[in-house]
Structure formats: structure tokens, C-alpha cells
């Protein structure tokens, strides 16, 4: 078993719609979650980070983490086009991330 | 520049050749990691530098795989008697502090081709 597991998708939405991209996890030592953006033929590049259960929000995203599940969600509300790219989600314990599959994400107009 | 520059963007090599890929991390970051990616894959650690030194090269998929850091800046990754297998684009990463706070920073990869 993987030590973080993602649904790789792919996932294609309409315009407008709500996202949710989900990670599972089996180390309860895992400290702080992160969640990259990929584009196309680019490096990731961070978009959201938390150590704590429960919601972080900046704009139309929101982080969620629940440790007692070992369950970490990302939710994109009025999805763009522009939101359209790979989503990987990252943990860390202790100096060591892990990254998730990623889930490739396509938002249609 | 101010983000990771990696160089050359797309090598394509023949089976059995070596291969060198260069990282030029953001201006005072100390740490430095390697990643490689596979199509339909996340990313695969190789290895972390903390100035120059590696305390962590757990991810380097075999002896045929090998990297440095200088002056506790550039980076090379060098691979050896590439294999079809080493296809991927590897991807390198800085940071400002310790990986469990401090985001990292990517380059845009470079992108080898083993024919």
C-alpha cells in the first residue's frame, strides 16, 4: 500500500461546477499538507498548506484535513477553465514529503 | 532569475549513453531536491541536499544514478548507461527552510527521452 493514495481521475467538469479532489494517507506521523498545481509542461507549484484538522480557505479554494480518517480534501468552488491541471496533494513527517498520483482536472467552458 | 532554473528542458539520448541534468536553485535557498515523474505517475523523491550534503539519497533508483551540489547552489544530476527506463521528466526543487514548513520551489523539469 502506498503510503498517500489519490484517485487519479481524470476528472472533467463544466464551468462553474464545485471540485473535490481527495487524498488518503496511512502514516499517522504525517505533520503538514499541502496541495500543488501542475500545469501543462510546468513544475508544481504550491496552492494551499496546513498542519491542523479542518478547513482552510483562500478564495475559491479550501483545504480540508481530517486526521482521524487520514483524509485530506481540496475543494475548488465556481471551477474555471484556467483551473484545469494536475492536482497533487504532499505530505510531510519529519523532513520527508510524499506526494500523491495526482488527479488531472479539466474544466470545460 | 528569480525561480529554479533547469537545463536543458528535453534531452533525447541513445540507449547506453550518459546523461547530465542541471539545476540552478533560487539565490540562498539551501535545500535542493531531485524528483523524477513518470507519465501517469506522482512525483518519485531521488534525492535531498542540505547545503552540499546529501542526507538523504534513499530515492536514487540505482548505482547508475549519481548527484552533486556545489558551492551549496547548482546541482547536477548525472545518470549513467541510460536504460529506456530513465525516460521521465525529473524535477528539481528548492527551499528557503526545513521541507516540513517551507514550501518548495520547482523548476519546469527537464524532459529525457531514452531511445
Known amino acids: 500500500q502506498k503510503e498517500v493514495e489519490q484517485d487519479p481521475g481524470p476528472l472533467s467538469v463544466p464551468e462553474g461546477a464545485i471540485v473535490s479532489l481527495n487524498c488518503t494517507y496511512s502514516?499517522?506521523?504525517?505533520?503538514?499538507f499541502m496541495w500543488y498545481r501542475q500545469y501543462s509542461r510546468k513544475g508544481p507549484e504550491l496552492l494551499m498548506y496546513?498542519?491542523?484538522?479542518g478547513n482552510k480557505e483562500d478564495g475559491r479554494f479550501t483545504a480540508q484535513v481530517d486526521k482521524s480518517s487520514k483524509y485530506i480534501s481540496l475543494f475548488i468552488r465556481d471551477s474555471q477553465p484556467s483551473d484545469s491541471a494536475t492536482y497533487l496533494c504532499?505530505?510531510?513527517?519529519?523532513?520527508?514529503?510524499?506526494f500523491g498520483q495526482g488527479t488531472i482536472l479539466t474544466v470545460h467552458p | 532569475g528569480a525561480g529554479v532554473s533547469q537545463s536543458p528542458s528535453n534531452k533525447v539520448t541513445e540507449k547506453g549513453k550518459d546523461v547530465e541534468l542541471r539545476c540552478d536553485p533560487i539565490?540562498?535557498?539551501?535545500?535542493l531536491y531531485w524528483y523524477r515523474q513518470s507519465l501517469g505517475q506522482g512525483l518519485e523523491f531521488l534525492i535531498y541536499?542540505?547545503?552540499?550534503?546529501?542526507?538523504?539519497k534513499s530515492g536514487l533508483p540505482s548505482d547508475r544514478f549519481s548527484a552533486e551540489r556545489t558551492g551549496g547552489s547548482v546541482s547536477t544530476l548525472t545518470i549513467q548507461r541510460t536504460q529506456q527506463e530513465d525516460s521521465a521528466v525529473y524535477l528539481c526543487?528548492?527551499?528557503?527552510?526545513?521541507?516540513?514548513?517551507?514550501?518548495?520551489?520547482f523548476g519546469n523539469g527537464t524532459r529525457l527521452t531514452v531511445t
Open positions: 539565490s540562498g535557498h539551501t535545500a
Open positions: 496546513t498542519y491542523s484538522s
Open positions: 541536499f542540505q547545503g552540499n550534503s546529501a542526507p538523504d
Open positions: 526543487a528548492s527551499s528557503g527552510g526545513h521541507v516540513d514548513n517551507s514550501p518548495l520551489h
Open positions: 504532499a505530505i510531510t513527517s519529519y523532513g520527508k514529503l510524499t
Open positions: 502514516n499517522s506521523a504525517f505533520q503538514y
